[in-house]
C-alpha cells in the first residue's frame, strides 16, 4: 500500500482577502476541525522539546470527550525530545504522516518513515529524534493508561501500516476495512487506535451509536459523513471529535479512498465516580 498520500498540515496563514466563512464546528455531540484551521497562529510549544510544534486538536474535557489527547507534532531536522512525555501514567501511539523519526524506547532506537507506527506502554523510557535533513510530521495520541489487577501491562512495539493486512467487513466486498495493530481480544489494551479505509462507493449502513469516543483525522479522500443529526462534508487534513454515543455514519462517493486514522477507548468498565 502506498503510504505517499497521508495528509499533513502546512501551517501557514491564510490571506486577509480570505472569507471567514468555513466549516469549523463544535457542538454538545461532536466537533469538526477543517484542515485550514491548522496555521501557525493556533500551534502549541511543548517543555523539554526543540525544533518542534504541535496542533493540538483533541484533549479532555468535562461534559464531552474525556479520556484523551490527539497531537500532531511538526519536528524539524535535529529536533525532538530526550523527556517527551512528563505523565508517567501517560500511554501513547506515535503515527508518522510525513518525512522521519527515530524513536528509542528502553535504550533500542527504531527508525520510523512515512506509516510508521509505534505503541508506547505507561511508565516507558523514550526518546524522539528527526534526523532526517526534512521535517516530519506524526500524530502522537495519549490516553492515562487504567490498570487492571490480574492484567499485565502491553508491551512497546514498532510497525508500519505496509506490513498489517486491513481486516475487511463482512458482506462488503472488501469495500469497507480497518488495519488493526492490536489483537482486539487483547484486554490489556484500552485503547485501540486504527486506520479505517472505505473504497469509493463504501458505507457505514446505519447510524453507530456507542460507548467509545472517538477522533477521526482524514488521511486520505473525502466523504460525507454522518454526525449526530447533520450530514458534513469532510475531506483529507480534517478531524472529527466524538463524544460518547454521538450517531456516526459515512458514505465514501469516492473518487479515490476515503481513509482515517481513529481513535476508540476500549475493554474497561465505566467509572462510576
Not at 3 to 24: H, N
Not at 106 to 117: D, L, N, P, R
Not at 230 to 253: H, I, K, N, S, T
Request: charge should be negative; aromatic fraction near 12%.
Amino acid at each position: 500500500m502506498s503510504t505517499s498520500e497521508y495528509y499533513a498540515p502546512q501551517g501557514g496563514l491564510p490571506p486577509q482577502t480570505q472569507i471567514l466563512t468555513d466549516r469549523a464546528v463544535f457542538t454538545e455531540a461532536y466537533a469538526v476541525i477543517p484542515k485550514g484551521t491548522l496555521t501557525d497562529i493556533v500551534t502549541s510549544f511543548l517543555p523539554f522539546w526543540s525544533d518542534a510544534r504541535f496542533w493540538v486538536i483533541a484533549r479532555p474535557m468535562s461534559g464531552f470527550a474525556e479520556t484523551f489527547s490527539h497531537y500532531i507534532a511538526e519536528v524539524a531536522p535535529g529536533g525532538g525530545s530526550t523527556r517527551p512525555e512528563l505523565d508517567a501514567e501517560a500511554q501513547a501511539v506515535l503515527f508518522v504522516v510525513s518525512g522521519a523519526i527515530t524513536v528509542t524506547i528502553e535504550g533500542q532506537g527504531h527508525e520510523m518513515g512515512e506509516g510508521g507506527y509505534a505503541y508506547l506502554p505507561s511508565g516507558c523510557q523514550w526518546t524522539i529524534t528527526n534526523t532526517s535533513d526534512a521535517p516530519a510530521t506524526f500524530h502522537w495520541i495519549r490516553k492515562r493508561y487504567e490498570t487492571v489487577e490480574g492484567l499485565d501491562k502491553p508491551e512497546a512495539f514498532v510497525t508500519n501500516e505496509r506490513d498489517v493486512d486491513p481486516a475487511w467487513m463482512p458482506d462488503t466486498n472488501e469495500t469497507w476495512g480497518t488495519t488493526r495493530f492490536v489483537d482486539q481480544a487483547d484486554l490489556r489494551h484500552d485503547m485501540h487506535v486504527t486506520i479505517v479505509t472505505f473504497k469509493p462507493g463504501g458505507v457505514i449502513p446505519f447510524a453507530e451509536t456507542h460507548v467509545m469516543e472517538h477522533g477521526l483525522y482524514v488521511l486520505e479522500g473525502k466523504a460525507v459523513y454522518r454526525l449526530n443529526q447533520d450530514w458534513v462534508e469532510v475531506e483529507a487534513g480534517d478531524y472529527m471529535w466524538l463524544r460518547a454515543f454521538c450517531p456516526q455514519a459515512c458514505y465514501a462517493g469516492g473518487p479515490g479512498n476515503f481513509r482515517y486514522l481513529l481513535y476508540k477507548d476500549v475493554n474497561r468498565h465505566m467509572s462510576l465516580g
